[in-house]
């Protein structure tokens, strides 16, 4: 059976296309720049990889130009045979707990959630509506970010704010990223083989969050009630005093929207080095001795390591932890920095073993107290894992 993930965002479009229960990828890529001109495909099908100008005025372009690839690379004969799409959504409220078939109710509920993911919410009904539309015959999924976080208890969602700002006006913690979260701790879980296990997820990319996962249960996770909570990222700065925010714009004159720019753009590893929010960049600022660039890294660094110390102990131990995402996969020596802060813990690095970029992979000795490993995440599997077991159910 043929699912589609997908995955879209304001102006792309990202798609593995699965033959299921295989889970066999036939065909991947991405749509860019759609809707703002000079747009372009690339596609990866057979090993190869195919780059594409076209004019793509919207999503349902896309869709229909991947129709046509599919068609004259063979993959498919008509478009009826791709069964399910799963997309990939990010923000569902405390309601939606667990992958759901797509509905009016559903669509309603995303409409309601955009006031705490306005960049992302109205870009996956985009997605979804235009999918609809190019393939009216197959079941559509929502696969939501913080659907794992769901089960977190009030203790640790809640902020130490009035209580009607929860019950009124939703403030809680929702987490980001959980598709990833669950898969990489699932994934861990098999390789130890065992479920009742205490693991830390550290996803860390341009966007980062650090999770606690008890028994396949996310019990806590840095992100809170947007993206920009928990530790320090690319470009956003994580937590902070909240009181810095008034202060900044009694200084300066800004207005509440134009600091919440700054904090999520203009801060982070970018704000504190002036250079970069890319991981690569700062690193080859510190190997060309730029002291901004070093203090930067020493900051991303120590907010990780705080958050592994701090979920350490909400579990009660841990089983393993895991790295993942853009930096956690390939940055050798931001794994290298964090591990040796946890020397305390007995935690031992195999330097030779973490020597290496983007493969599952243990990353410390046999006699360290706790594993670490390198788990590349593929949160589109999880979605066409999650899509194929709704089309079972029928
Ligand atoms: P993601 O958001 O998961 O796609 O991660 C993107 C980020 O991963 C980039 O902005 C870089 O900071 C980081 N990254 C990717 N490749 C490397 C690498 N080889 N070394 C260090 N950092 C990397």
Redesign the pocket.
Known sequence: MKILSVNAGSSSLKFQLYEMPEEEVLISGVFERIGIGNSFYTIKLNGEKIKKEVELNNHKDAFEILVKELIDNNVINSCDEIKAVGHRTVQGGEKYDHTVVIDDSVINDMVKYSSLAPLHNPASITGINASKEVFPNALQTAVFDTAFHASMKEVDYLYPVPYEWYTKYGIRKYGMHGTSHRYVSMRMNEILDKSDTKIITCHI???ASISAVKDGKCIDTSMGLTPNAGVMM?SRCGDIDCSIIPYIIEQTGMSAKEVDTVLNKQSGLLGISGVS????DI?DGIKNGNERCKLAQEMYVKRIVEYIAKYYVLLGGCDAIVFT???GE??ISTRKQILDKLTVLGVKIDEKANDI?GVEQKITADDSSIPVYIIPTNEELMIARDTYSLMLQG
């Open positions: 990319g341009n966007g690319g929010s890319d991981s690569r690193e995402a853009g930096v390939n940055s970029r």
